[in-house]
Each structure stands twice: as C-alpha cells, then as structure tokens.
C-alpha cells in the first residue's frame, strides 16, 4: 500500500513523516482569471470539452465516460502505473486484511497508486479530466464544501490524492478510484453488481485540529450528525436506553451483518411516525453530497433490503466530545447497509451499501 502525505496536525490519520502541502490545480480559477466562458461545474472551454466528450454538443459527459476518455488518452507507461486488472490483489502494510482486492480497498487516509494527480505523470488535459470526474461525482452544491474539506485536511485538490483505474473502461466492468486523506472515492458504472458508490467510501474532515470542539466549528459533515441528534432528542425514556449505546464499534467495522445479525441501537420499525419522518430527513442529509445516479442507487439498495425499518440507529456515549449530550458518534445499519458516522475526535464516515449482503469489504 502507498503511504498517504500526512499534515502534523492530525495524529490519528498520521503514522509517518510530515510533508509540507501546497495547493493543487485549479483551472476554474484561472479560467475566470483569463476571461475565459466556463461551461460546466468544472470551468472547462467548450473547445476543451469537444475534445474530451467528442462533439461540441456533449457539454456534460458522464464521469463514466470521462474514465473511458482518460483511460484511452493514456500511454503504456501510465497504464503500467496506475490501471489494473479487475481482480488485482496487493498485500497492504496495515488494516485488517493485508492481503485483498485493491479495487474495494478503504481507509480513512491512503494512496491507491504513488501518482498524484497534480504530478506530471499526467498531462495537463488528463488533470482536467480527473478533476472533471471529481466534480462530476458530487452534487454541484457541494464542490465547494468539498474543496474546503480537501483545504483544511491536504492543503488542496492534486497535490495529495491519487487515482487507479480498475478493468478497461468501455467493457463490462471497470472502476475509477481516487484516494488521499480523508477520501476514498468511486466511479463505477453500475458494473459493481447490487452496490451502491461503486463500493465502500469513506469522507471526512478536521475542520480546525486533530480534536475538534464540540460543536466542530466549520466542520461540512457535521450537520449530518445535527440531524441524527434531532431524532435522538424526539425519543422517550424507554427509547433512548435502547438507542444509547456505551462502546462504540472499531471505526473500520463496516462489513455487513446480513439479516440474522445483531443490530445495536433501536430499530426504525420501534419509531413513530414523526420520528421517522425526521429518519428519513437524515437519510436525505446523508446522500446529499454525491450525484443524483449515486444517490438514486443507494436509496434502491435500502429499498431491496426493506428500507429503512430493516435498520437500526445506535448513538454512543463513548467519545461524546464535551460531554454535552450531543452525540458525536453514530450509526445506521440494515442488513447490508452501514452508515458509521465517528465524530470523535474529529470526523470519519465509513459508508458500506449494497443490496447483498454477502457482498464484502476490505479494510
């Protein structure tokens, strides 16, 4: 496994030497600098898109095909670099499984490949095609947030993600991965069978330091934990006993249960009916970042599985930053559906969906 670049201010993420960090590429900025038209969430030139789409008409291709693009777009030797066989498996320094798949490999900070994206091992039209992809992966409303998150936690976009290429785009199965501190993102194309995100994903942020504040001030994921607190507030006595749970599980805990499995915390078929109607309001908080497909895809694997009364909602007491009662760390599981939000010390989201559960993870 290649070792992440780690800011000083996070020792949980942190296990080897500290590297100063400069910002990555930009594009949009310097398009808008130039007087330059920006067609897209990406800020590209229609004469640009043309060449990566493949007519002037196409003004938003897929990221899907803009991995098959990048892909086609590549020399031998990236190739040899960064693009994989479907089933390649490396042996890892550390996790639980040292020896897997490194296409549904996930951590909360890693390097896929040792290319960074912002490195010339790629040209400068292949950078715009990862960062279109990038973009194309995320609801528009929360590139911003998510280039923040990258700022506070990597010092910017580029400079400390890279990416891996997974099977041959444009055939039946192949997969994009980008990585880096605090991210592990996926683009699949549905050849992913029965899960969501292309596979398991993680996110999160240290918005001020490695121990945030209570209120985890300038955080972009905390908000999701503000609306989990509000069902927890709406829960009676006899509720909460079965909600509030001492010790939380290990934060790489993400393979799926299956039906006969034990689930911590209280069950949505227990709740209310305002009660899960404020569920159903965090679920929404939850897939809000990603695109509409991904979004589409992980409410369909919930669906397969019973929805939301299949689940259970776990809050733990262990890790409550302040003591104040407002939990930061929680979980939403179904029988192949996790959501392990741990806001102690500071942010990391460990996200596992898919409509089997026999399907696994790596960690």
Known sequence: ????????????????????LVDGLDRRKFLQATGSVALTSAGLTASWWSTIAGTDDDKNPSAETLVKKL???????????????????????????????????????WQVTDKTI??????????????????????????????????????????????????KPGADKFEFVMTGRHLTLRCDGNSTDHVAFGGPIFYGHAASDFNEPADHPGNVFWPQAVEANKVFGMLDGKQRKKALVETRPREQAIAFKGTTGPLSGIPISELSADQKEQMQKVLQKLIEPYREADRAE?????????????????????????????????????????????????????VNVSADPSVQTNT
């Not at 496994?1 to 100063?20: G, I, T, V, W, Y």
């Open 71 to 109: 892909y086609e777009s590549m020399n031998e030797k990236q190739r040899a670099g960064v693009c994989f066989d479907w089933d390649f498996s490396r042996e890892f320094k550390s996790g639980i499984n040292r020896q897997g798949l490194l296409r549904t490999r996930v951590e909360n900070n």
């Open 298 to 350: 992980a409410m369909q694997c919930l669906k397969s599985q019973g929805g939301l009364d299949k689940c259970s909602l776990a809050f733990y007491s262990q890790g409550d930053i302040g003591d104040d009662k407002t939990w930061d760390n929680w979980r939403l599981e179904g029988p192949s559906f996790i959501w392990y939000y741990r806001g102690s010390p500071h942010v990391h989201v460990w």
């Open 118 to 167: 912002s490195s010339d091992f790629y040209t400068t039209d292949q950078q715009e095609i990862i960062r279109a992809i990038f973009e194309g992966l995320y609801a528009p409303e929360w590139i911003p947030r998510i280039e923040k998150q990258l700022q506070d936690d990597a010092g910017g976009y580029g400079k400390h993600q890279s990416i891996a290429i997974f099977g």
């Open 1 to 20: 496994m290649f070792e992440a670049p780690k800011p000083d201010h996070c020792p949980d993420c942190d296990r080897e030497s500290n590297l100063n």
